[in-house]
């Protein structure tokens, strides 16, 4: 049992926004004013940076209304930042919270974030400084450990499943092959969602890619070929992650040998730009249209739309997320626990409910998880399991609908 502290709480938000990030923020703060043992609830502007820069609010001073507001509003309020502290940049943050008197530290975001907060809770330690430091999930990309899934995945995944039910609408209109790139760099979690909509074996995607696999581009021209000589159109979801056997983005692959410029881009992180110029999607396309003949065939890149789209939101992902926020005041208050993050569990039996606990914050830190091998199936598609684990999260996806198409009868 460890002692309850009494002083400031700081929140912050870090890394890649979602649409419920703010949820689990108003929850934070919601609980926060129902323990007197927390004196004000401060916010820092773009995360640790405004920690270190002083840059802070009062979140205490928000009006009822205005919070259930920003609850609704998509991507970071306070401001997210992407920033690995250094050593000294740490000591900052450290010395900057003892100077507003902070005994709370809470941080939404994904696993750097998680890492962050483990480092500042290890060196306010350290230095004998009192303060509980707690990490608050949000990712679309669904990849956090230990938590069932993360708050954000489920309204992203929701938004992924509508657009593909609206593409392959499309498709079935004009046909042709349409191919669609999707954010998971490391894991298909997002990808995989754009199955949740349909019904049968004619609806697409009828390809699916994900970095769980290795990306081989003759075998995707042949499944491409296949389906279009059966069904005359294809369309296709890819992860922005594919590679091939040696771990190397497959964009990667396709600018070296084509001699594009392409294969020198790299991100602010040092890592191959693999979506965001939409190039992914058109070397698809032209490997397409260059092997399989007079098809028509389009490409999109999805982007940021699938993280912050305000009018696809999961109503379980936003009530998950708010809950989530205020299990990180209830636990860092109720001096059971010096730090954690917070991590969700299915309840069994009965219709779909989560439960917030706290798991070790080395534990959720660093590293990330893959899907597991019971979700994939073959080289291109998902299995029925991950439609039972995922579909929940979206609050559920309505099916299309076709005409009965009764022929007209000229006798």
Same mark, same amino acid.
């Given at each position: 049992m460890t002692t309850i502290l009494q002083g400031a709480a700081v929140i912050g938000q870090s890394g890649g926004p979602t649409v419920v990030i703010n949820q689990s923020l108003v929850g934070a703060i919601q609980e926060a004013a129902q323990h007197d043992c927390i004196t004000k609830m401060l916010g820092a502007r773009h995360g640790v940076k405004g920690m270190m820069d002083g840059d802070l609010i009062d979140l205490s001073l928000e009006t009822a209304d205005t919070l259930e507001a920003i609850a609704k509003t998509p991507a970071a309020s306070l401001g997210s930042v992407r920033m690995k502290p250094t050593a000294e940049d740490v000591a900052k943050i450290v010395e900057g919270l003892r100077r507003f008197?902070?005994?709370?530290?809470?941080?939404?975001?994904?696993?750097?974030?998680?890492?962050?907060?483990?480092i500042v809770e290890q060196l306010s330690v350290e230095q004998g400084y009192k303060m509980r430091c707690f990490h608050i999930p949000k990712t679309i990309d669904n990849d956090l450990r230990v938590t069932?899934?993360?708050?954000?995945?489920?309204?992203?995944?929701?938004?992924?499943?509508?657009?593909?039910?609206?593409?392959?609408?499309?498709?079935?209109?004009?046909?042709?092959?349409?191919?669609?790139? %999707?954010?998971?760099?490391?894991? $298909?979690?997002?990808?995989?969602? !754009?199955?949740?909509? /349909? +019904?049968? *074996?004619?609806?697409?995607?009828?390809?699916?890619?994900?970095?769980?696999?290795?990306?081989?581009?003759?075998?995707?021209?042949?499944?491409?070929?296949?389906?279009?000589s059966r069904l005359g159109r294809c369309v296709v979801a890819v992860s922005e992650g594919i590679h091939d056997a040696d771990g190397k983005p497959f964009l990667q692959v396709y600018a070296e040998q084509a001699g594009s410029a392409l294969a020198g881009q790299a991100d602010s992180h040092g890592n191959v730009q693999l979506s965001g110029t939409g190039a992914l999607g058109d070397a698809l396309a032209n490997l397409v249209r260059e092997h399989l003949g007079n098809i028509r065939v389009?490409?999109?890149?999805?982007?940021?739309?699938?993280?912050?789209?305000?009018?696809?939101?999961?109503?379980?992902?936003?009530?998950?997320?708010?809950?989530?926020?205020?299990?990180? %005041?209830?636990?860092?208050?109720? $001096?059971?626990?010096?730090?954690? !993050?917070?991590?969700? /569990? +299915?309840? *069994?039996?009965?219709?779909?409910?989560?439960?917030?606990?706290?798991?070790?914050?080395?534990?959720?830190?660093?590293?990330?998880?893959?899907?597991?091998?019971?979700?994939?199936?073959?080289?291109?598609?998902?299995?029925?399991?991950?439609?039972?684990?995922?579909?929940?999260?979206?609050?559920?996806?309505?099916?299309?609908?076709?005409?009965?198409?009764?022929?007209?009868?000229?006798?």
């Amino acid at each position: 049992m460890t002692t309850i502290l009494q002083g400031a709480a700081v929140i912050g938000q870090s890394g890649g926004p979602t649409v419920v990030i703010n949820q689990s923020l108003v929850g934070a703060i919601q609980e926060a004013a129902q323990h007197d043992c927390i004196t004000k609830m401060l916010g820092a502007r773009h995360g640790v940076k405004g920690m270190m820069d002083g840059d802070l609010i009062d979140l205490s001073l928000e009006t009822a209304d205005t919070l259930e507001a920003i609850a609704k509003t998509p991507a970071a309020s306070l401001g997210s930042v992407r920033m690995k502290p250094t050593a000294e940049d740490v000591a900052k943050i450290v010395e900057g919270l003892r100077r507003f008197d902070v005994r709370y530290f809470f941080y939404i975001g994904g696993n750097d974030t998680a890492e962050t907060a483990h480092i500042v809770e290890q060196l306010s330690v350290e230095q004998g400084y009192k303060m509980r430091c707690f990490h608050i999930p949000k990712t679309i990309d669904n990849d956090l450990r230990v938590t069932d899934h993360c708050p954000g995945y489920g309204s992203a995944a929701r938004f992924v499943a509508h657009a593909f039910q609206g593409d392959d609408r499309d498709n079935r209109s004009l046909m042709g092959v349409k191919i669609n790139v %999707v954010m998971g760099r490391h894991a $298909g979690w997002l990808t995989a969602a !754009s199955t949740l909509g /349909r +019904r049968n *074996e004619e609806d697409g995607p009828h390809l699916v890619y994900l970095p769980e696999r290795v990306f081989d581009p003759e075998q995707f021209l042949a499944d491409v070929a296949e389906v279009h000589s059966r069904l005359g159109r294809c369309v296709v979801a890819v992860s922005e992650g594919i590679h091939d056997a040696d771990g190397k983005p497959f964009l990667q692959v396709y600018a070296e040998q084509a001699g594009s410029a392409l294969a020198g881009q790299a991100d602010s992180h040092g890592n191959v730009q693999l979506s965001g110029t939409g190039a992914l999607g058109d070397a698809l396309a032209n490997l397409v249209r260059e092997h399989l003949g007079n098809i028509r065939v389009r490409a999109d890149t999805f982007g940021y739309l699938q993280r912050s789209f305000p009018a696809d939101v999961s109503p379980i992902d936003a009530s998950e997320a708010r809950e989530c926020g205020r299990a990180a %005041v209830r636990a860092a208050v109720s $001096g059971d626990h010096a730090s954690g !993050s917070i991590a969700l /569990r +299915r309840v *069994e039996g009965g219709e779909y409910r989560c439960e917030p606990f706290v798991t070790p914050l080395h534990t959720v830190a660093k590293h990330t998880k893959d899907m597991p091998e019971e979700f994939l199936l073959g080289q291109n598609g998902v299995s029925p399991a991950f439609r039972n684990y995922a579909l929940p999260l979206t609050s559920g996806i309505q099916p299309m609908a076709d005409l009965e198409g009764n022929p007209v009868n000229s006798e």
